[in-house]
Nanobody
Framework: QVQLVESGGGSAQSGGSLRLSCALSPYTYSTYYMGWFRQAPGKEREVVVV???????TYADDVKGRFSISQDNAKNTLYLQMNSLKPDDTAMYYCAARVRPVYRGGTYLEPSHYDYWGQGTQVTVSS
């Protein structure tokens, strides 16, 4: 059983920064993709950024240049650095992992492509 635990959410002013963390356990588990998704009230869950096991990333258009994903394999932790925050970034942010095999040429940007989820961490940006 894979467990994902997010931390680091909170409140920020427009233009500010926050860093989210996602700890993955058990530490020996292999994932094919990991990612950050978010869900605002009344909206569907949407991709923020995903990363594959060789470090290739795909960002949503509205966070490109502002958000950055990274991972510390020694700590089995995924990070999301969020800069230049906007009120539209307000949402519950979720860490996700895919353990099912992937296929060449496939894209994994939908929530249904992921097998395990964290409990979420709230990010609120005020203007």
């Amino acid at each position: 059983q894979v467990q994902l635990v997010e931390s680091g959410g909170g409140s920020a002013q427009s233009g500010g920064s926050l860093r989210l963390s996602c700890a993955l356990s058990p530490y020996t588990y292999s994932t094919y993709y990991m990612g950050w998704f978010r869900q605002a009230p009344g909206k569907e869950r949407e991709v923020v950024v995903v990363i594959d096991r060789v470090g290739m990333t795909t960002y949503a258009d509205d966070v490109k240049g502002r958000f950055s994903i990274s991972q510390d394999n020694a700590k089995n932790t995924l990070y999301l650095q969020m800069n230049s925050l906007k009120p539209d970034d307000t949402a519950m942010y979720y860490c996700a992992a895919r353990v099912r095999p992937v296929y060449r040429g496939g894209t994994y940007l939908e929530p249904s492509h992921y097998d395990y989820w964290g409990q979420g961490t709230q990010v609120t940006v005020s203007s």
